[in-house]
């Protein structure tokens, strides 16, 4: 049974914080849940994990670059809960980074949203990265590993359960834009059967 727009609702999010499409999406998401009866949990999604083993990378990542930022996510997500894990995320593309050092970033953003600094040590250690591995599991389960970052779970009031890759986009809906965008999504992702649809080719710049 499809979850109803109506009620209230759980929507998980797997994301790799590295992805700026997953960042618009993320924001299209805190929106929603301003105009819907939504509350969001934040969880770790990892393009390196996904590609793993791939005689092309997509990400052009040969040095591994992007497991940085995501097993700091881990570490966040484990030791101080979804919700820290939202705030980092979200400081991670605010709060001014000069993008030079990933280290020296990441130390800005914990700092901007209330956690130990220290943290960001975690994303040249492995010590998370079974966290790491266990999150995207989870995640690409609901839907499979022919899609990457983000995915979304929505859990309805009776647990009836509607997973999604997506929605891509290049603009954040605003307001009651971004409930009509939700409302289709949850209608086209919760009908039986259903499992593609695609828009118009991806040419501008995230903003």
């Not at 929507?11 to 914080?17: E, I, K, N, S």
């Not at 250690?125 to 966290?131: P, V």
Request: proline share 7%; aromatic share 8%.
């Amino acid at each position: 049974m499809p979850v109803s727009p109506g009620e209230r609702m759980i929507a998980d999010l797997w994301f790799d914080p590295a992805c700026p499409y997953t960042w618009l999406t993320s924001r299209w998401l805190v929106e929603v849940s301003q105009v819907r009866p939504v509350d969001l949990r934040w969880n770790v999604l990892s393009l390196a994990v996904l590609n793993e083993g791939r005689e092309d990378d997509p990400e052009n990542d040969p040095e591994g670059y992007l497991w940085v930022p995501v097993r700091v996510c881990a570490a966040v997500r484990q030791e101080h809960g979804h919700e820290a894990l939202g705030r980092f995320y979200t400081a991670l593309w605010t709060s001014g980074g000069d993008g030079q050092n990933w280290i020296a970033d990441l130390r800005v953003a914990l700092k901007a949203a209330g956690l130990p600094e220290e943290l960001a040590e975690a994303g040249t250690s492995t010590d998370y990265d079974e966290a790491v591995r266990a999150s995207h599991a989870e995640g690409i389960a609901l839907v499979g590993d022919h899609v990457g970052t983000p995915i979304v779970a929505v859990t309805g009031a009776a647990a009836e359960r509607v997973a999604f890759f997506g929605p891509v986009i290049s603009e954040v809906p605003r307001g009651e834009q971004a409930g009509r965008l939700w409302d289709g999504t949850l209608l086209v992702a919760g009908t039986p059967g259903f499992h593609e649809l695609k828009g118009r080719p991806l040419v501008e710049l995230p903003h």
